[in-house]
């Protein structure tokens, strides 16, 4: 109780605040380049660049509000074709530059680098980032709804977002600079013939942990944060044409103990088609994600679902237009369940069409279908469908509407065709510059289940440069069903809050914030029985060098209605169980060669004793070469039994960059709970962002470890190739 009274005097004593004032946003003109720039990222040298558009950057870290420490200049021209941005990013001491990685879309934090966001419709709420380091790097992402930037963001960052452009790197006695090349038909905007868009962009001089921005951003706030944005006017964007067609061929081969060797050949095509500048038509026949990296290994020590991620490129184009639910917890609609089985194993998928976009400078669309293939035993032919519409009104403001459709044709068990249905309506209202009210409504239909098939969620947050405070309630019927989407468990009504300071002061030498935070989740079974509590005080220690400790403690409560065994002879009776652990948490910098991050959970747990490690080792060589090695070791002991349980699962994820188009990656992986070892070998030649030559291997061995058992393996070889019709 005394948790919940100090999160009520911190409520009561700030409130839903505001952030303190900012410098205005700044804006910049666009011009029309005679001549096309030579894409070698030499931008200084080149006379097709005349003057910069825009410069004078302002640090977010660590000196909030002052100017950069080093220049920054930007150009930012177009063609009749082509939107053009060189950068050049001016280094006192070129000899500190920090090149971390060269793979298409690696993190670009751990090293110097460059990035913009670009709000084309000038809507506040959606965006598209590219990004690149003194390695040329690829980074181009999708940025979705609200698009705070914060953690308390309901916005979507979609990282696989896959577009085509190009970018050259150049670094010299000046520092280094960059040219991007980026194609209109590559972006979505509006028809007006001179167009003023949204634009921002980020600096990182990685050796002083230092990040600025052209138009200043509050340090709760990132790129995301479109509402801060600046303004480049000018743009006179062309008429769009856009027709891509992607075949791919395939062939694959699996060997086993248990089965034949078996051989086959595939093909199948994904088309892309603009039907207006700001809207997309996707078709795609015969799909297949050979190429797709494979699922890390879990651990389930609890008794409700894991989540696993969406990794397929298909699905995750403009994902977050179809996102409604609690993220991780309850979502609507997860394309997971398309194409693939309860078990992990693919389901053919058909085809499918895809409509996605705007409609006018504000409605978003949505639409989905996709035909999923029968396999016998396992699943009957089935249709899916969803459509999406929501309206976005000032302030980070909107209203939406969801449909989920699912058509079995046919039953395993020689029933009736079985059929399942998801409707919902979603919203958010910004308040003032920083605070968000969030929710839904939603209702299931499936055949044998009447009554209580309902979920409701709302939700607020607010975000200050100093304090972020959240809290939802959500409440999920008995028969509340959405076969299309997740549940991580059902029948619940979910309580959550969140408060937490960001401190900061001039005064201290090398310690840049503390973050001290205070967190609470319960979940109440539709019984009224406490199913789980989660109490979390906390504090980040944030060092100037990149240095962080996290200090926290948490209390723990778990209502068990049945017995349940988490592994075989170790079960938890039904009852109440009440315990406390310690959390620590060190992470080191990650700009330096050899980097490491450990998560320790030490206590109680379900009434018994856990010790938890969680150590997690990054190395790399120059930008070319990264490895990371994760464990995970949980050591248990029960009640009453004398043995310790010890689980282990680990990985050892590899790559080698030839080129950032040309990569070699391979994942090992342990989980011995199950005595399963797994391995991924990946060779990738990209001939486009979505598009290239693919050789994988995929080995699997189980129920023992044994050097010489012979366990399944895959090899497959796939090539695609986009041919754009128009150019």
Do not use: C
Not at 287 to 316: G, K, M, W, Y
Not at 361 to 370: F, R
Not at 539 to 568: D, Q
Not at 678 to 685: D, I, T, V
């Amino acid at each position: 109780m005394v948790f919940r009274y100090l999160l009520v005097l911190l409520i009561g004593m700030y409130g839903f605040g505001q952030s303190p004032g900012v410098l205005a946003a700044p804006s910049a003109q666009a011009v029309r380049l005679e001549t096309v720039p030579t894409l070698d990222g030499r931008v200084l040298s080149d006379a097709a660049w005349d003057r910069p558009s825009l410069s004078g950057f302002w640090q977010q870290r660590p000196i909030e509000g002052t100017r950069s420490t080093q220049e920054t200049e930007v150009y930012i021209g177009y063609t009749e074709t082509t939107l053009y941005v060189g950068i050049v990013a001016y280094d006192s001491d070129p000899s500190g530059i920090i090149m971390a990685d060269s793979r298409r879309d690696a993190s670009l934090e751990n090293g110097d680098n460059v990035s913009f966001i670009i709000d084309s419709f000038m809507d506040q709420q959606n965006g598209l980032v590219f990004g690149t380091n003194p390695a040329g790097i690829e980074y181009d992402a999708q940025v979705s709804r609200q698009a705070s930037g914060s953690m308390m963001g309901s916005g979507g960052f979609n990282l696989n977002w896959d577009t085509n452009w190009r970018v050259a790197t150049h670094i010299g006695d000046y520092g280094w600079s960059a040219e991007f090349e980026i194609p209109f038909r590559s972006l979505r905007f509006g028809n007006q013939d001179v167009q003023t868009w949204g634009f921002n962009f980020q600096r990182t001089i990685r050796r002083n942990n230092e990040i600025a921005y052209w138009a200043p951003i509050s340090r709760q706030y990132s790129l995301s944060r479109l509402a801060d944005a600046g303004r480049v006017a000018g743009i006179e964007a062309p008429a769009m044409r856009n027709f891509k067609i992607t075949p791919y061929l395939l062939g694959r081969e699996r060997t086993g103990n248990r089965i034949a060797s078996l051989s086959d050949q595939d093909g199948g095509f994904d088309i892309k088609y603009s039907v207006t500048p700001s809207l997309t038509l996707d078709a795609t026949y015969n799909t297949d994600f050979a190429q797709v990296e494979v699922d890390e290994f879990q651990i389930n020590l609890d008794r409700f679902s894991l989540f696993l991620p969406e990794q397929r490129p298909f699905f995750l184009e403009n994902s977050a237009q179809f996102t409604v639910g609690d993220p991780g917890e309850m979502e609507l609609f997860f394309s997971r369940r398309i194409g693939i089985a309860g078990d992990g194993s693919a389901i053919p998928i058909k085809g499918g069409l895809r409509l996605s976009g705007k409609v006018g400078d504000a409605t978003n669309v949505g639409l989905l279908h996709m035909q999923a293939d029968e396999v016998a035993g396992v699943a009957p032919q089935t249709d899916f469908s969803v459509a999406r519409v929501s309206q976005e009104f000032d302030n980070r403001s909107s209203l939406g509407f969801l449909v989920v459709n699912k058509e079995e044709n046919g039953s395993l068990d020689g029933g009736p065709n079985h059929y399942n249905r998801t409707y919902a309506v979603d919203g958010q209202l910004g308040l003032g510059d920083d605070a968000l009210l969030s929710g839904f409504v939603a209702k299931t239909d499936t055949p044998g289940l009447s009554g209580d098939d309902m979920a409701v969620r709302l939700a607020a947050a607010s975000d200050t440069e100093a304090w972020s405070f959240a809290g939802s309630v959500t409440h999920v019927g008995e028969n509340f069903n959405p076969e299309v989407g997740f549940l991580r468990r059902k029948d619940y009504t979910r309580v959550g809050i969140f408060g937490l300071n960001r401190w900061r002061d001039a005064s201290w030498d090398n310690l840049l914030e503390m973050r001290p935070h205070i967190a609470y989740r319960g979940w109440w079974g539709g019984d009224g029985l406490y199913e789980t509590g989660f109490w979390h005080v906390d504090n980040h220690w944030e060092w100037k060098s990149g240095f962080e400790i996290h200090t926290g403690v948490n209390f723990l409560h778990e209502g068990v209605r049945e017995s349940f065994e988490f592994a075989p002879g170790y079960e938890v009776a039904a009852g109440d169980y009440d315990d406390e652990e310690l959390q620590l948490v060190l992470i080191t910098d990650d700009s330096q060669p050899l980097s490491m991050r450990v998560t320790a959970k030490i206590g109680g747990y379900f009434g018994g004793d856990r010790v938890q490690v969680t150590p997690a080792i990054n190395y790399r060589v120059g930008e070319v070469f990264n490895a990371r090695l994760g464990w995970t070791l949980n050591e248990l002991k029960r009640p009453g039994n004398p043995e310790k349980l010890r689980i282990n699962v680990g990985s050892l994820r590899m790559t080698y960059s030839f080129s950032p188009q040309i990569s070699l990656q391979a994942l090992f992986q342990y989980n011995d709970a199950t005595d399963v070892v797994g391995a991924n070998l990946r060779f990738a030649w990209l001939t486009s962002a979505d598009a290239g030559f693919y050789l994988v291997y995929n080995e699997m061995r189980d129920e023992d470890v044994g050097m010489f058992t012979e366990k399944r393996r895959e090899w497959i070889l796939k090539f695609s190739h986009t041919f754009d019709l128009f150019n």
